[in-house]
């Protein structure tokens, strides 16, 4: 199967872990204070977790330069 019929959230799953990063940070906003805290710490490690899956798929990723 052609990676180019995936989904891009099959295809980048380290942007989708990223982005769903921003979802309880816009909720820590809206939501009493007492879950900011919580919601906060779930969006670092969401974020964290993303940007790990993106720099191991760079570093897997063979060098396409050109000597």
Known sequence: MMSSVLPWYRREA???V????FV?????VVLPVALRLPLLGLAGVLLAAGLFLIIQRELRRPSERKS
């Open 14 to 16: 380290g942007l989708a």
């Open 24 to 28: 309880p940070a816009l909720l820590a």
């Open 18 to 21: 990223t982005l769903a990063g």
